[in-house]
């Protein structure tokens, strides 16, 4: 596995991460299912994979208990975890999330936390607003529940980097992959000039890439190497990508 420092944190993560996302609903609907998606996490651990992602959402709100169930096996990783203004609009609303956040995933600290799915410039302004979620997660900070605080972005690259730009973030996820890398080059590059962290979520576009292998084979080094492959040896060859 390769491993790399996370813009300025001083923390080294693994090249590939573990979104928590995408496990088969007919597996997290059932304990026996939740068991087997926490074997994928622990796998995934023992392989070299040392960050993992999770939002209260995720998987019918079962992902963090999933993760939770894999973390008590686990040792020396990470985790990310998220609030949304949609859902927790004030600073207390955040303090008393990561506090239960905290409790499913039997978690004294989280490592990354997201103000969550960034849409657009107003929405981040809403977030850094006095009172509101961004001031949740700092007051959590400081009382050393968590350690940095980041955003996750579905705004476009100028947007990502006027956030940036304005310093309240240590680190920045964001949707990124060789079909829509254009519209965000900009953020990433301006993540980089300033040593904040970036990682690439969708990295095959929903599964859009494998699911048409033929229309994105020219993206391949070598016919050994799968459309997969090459998409994330893209994403992780792009300067400024962690």
């Known amino acids: 596995m390769i491993y790399r ?20 609903s007919d597996l997290y609907r059932t304990e026996a299912g939740r068991e087997r998606c926490a074997e994928l996490v622990i796998e995934a651990w023992e ?8 939002a209260p959402d995720y998987c019918g709100s079962k ?5 939770g169930a894999a973390f008590r096996h686990m040792n020396d990783f990470y985790v990310s975890t998220k609030s949304t203004i949609n859902e927790d609009p004030k600073a207390d609303d ?19 936390y997201h103000m ?8 981040y302004r809403r977030i850094i607003a006095p009172g509101g979620p961004y001031w949740g997660a700092l007051k959590a900070k400081e ?18 980097a006027e956030i940036v730009n304005e310093g309240y973030f240590e680190g920045v996820t964001l949707g990124y992959n060789v079909i829509n890398s254009r519209f965000r080059d900009e953020g990433v590059r301006c993540a980089k000039e300033k040593g904040i962290g970036v990682i690439t979520m969708n990295p095959l576009a929903g599964g859009f890439i494998p699911k048409n292998e033929d229309r994105f084979a020219f993206i391949c080094e070598n016919e050994r190497e799968s459309v997969c492959e090459a998409a994330l040896r893209y994403n992780a060859s792009t300067p400024g990508i962690n």
Request: hydrophobic share 35%; charged share 20%; with cysteine.
């Open 5 to 24: 420092e996370f813009g300025q944190t001083g923390k080294q993560l693994s090249v590939l991460g573990f979104g928590g996302l995408r496990f088969p």
């Open 116 to 123: 969550w799915c960034i849409l657009d410039i107003e929405q």
């Open 63 to 67: 992902c963090e208990q999933i993760y």
């Open 143 to 160: 009382e050393g529940l968590i350690s940095h605080i980041c955003f996750s972005a579905h705004c476009t690259g100028s947007e990502i």
């Open 94 to 112: 955040v303090r008393r999330r990561i506090e239960k956040s905290l409790n499913i995933m039997g978690l004294e600290k989280i490592d990354f």
């Open 47 to 54: 392989n070299g994979i040392n960050y993992f992602d999770t």
